[in-house]
Nanobody, 119 residues
């Protein structure tokens, strides 16, 4: 079973930065794509970013492009989401999720971490 544990959320002022971490318990990290999603009150879940395990290719939602950076440390089986220039509209619970490469559905989810950006 794949387990994901997020950390790094918190309260930050607008314009500030946070780095989220997602520790993934898999034997072969490279067989999975890891995505970051967020859910804000009253809004649908939004895909924020993802990174492919096979080749490290990345994707960003337009709403975060140029401000957020996804990266991975394969030695630590950890994926990071560096969030800069945070805005109040970035406030949400952030989740990381995993899917096997070639599968479109994210099967495994973390418990989420709250990010609150004050104006």
């Amino acid at each position: 079973e794949v387990r994901l544990v997020e950390s790094g959320g918190g309260l930050v002022q607008a314009g500030g930065s946070l780095r989220l971490s997602c520790a993934v318990s898999v034997f072969t990290f490279e067989d999975y794509a890891i995505g970051w999603f967020r859910e804000a009150p009253g809004k649908e879940r939004e895909g924020v970013s993802c990174i492919s395990g096979s080749d490290g290719s990345v994707y960003y939602a337009d709403s975060v492009k140029g401000r957020f950076t996804i990266s991975r440390d394969t030695a630590k089986n950890t994926v990071y989401l560096q969030m800069n220039s945070l805005k109040p509209e970035d406030t949400a619970v952030y989740y990381c999720a995993a899917r096997t490469v070639g599968n479109q559905e994210y099967t495994y989810w973390g418990q989420g971490t709250q990010v609150t950006v004050s104006s």
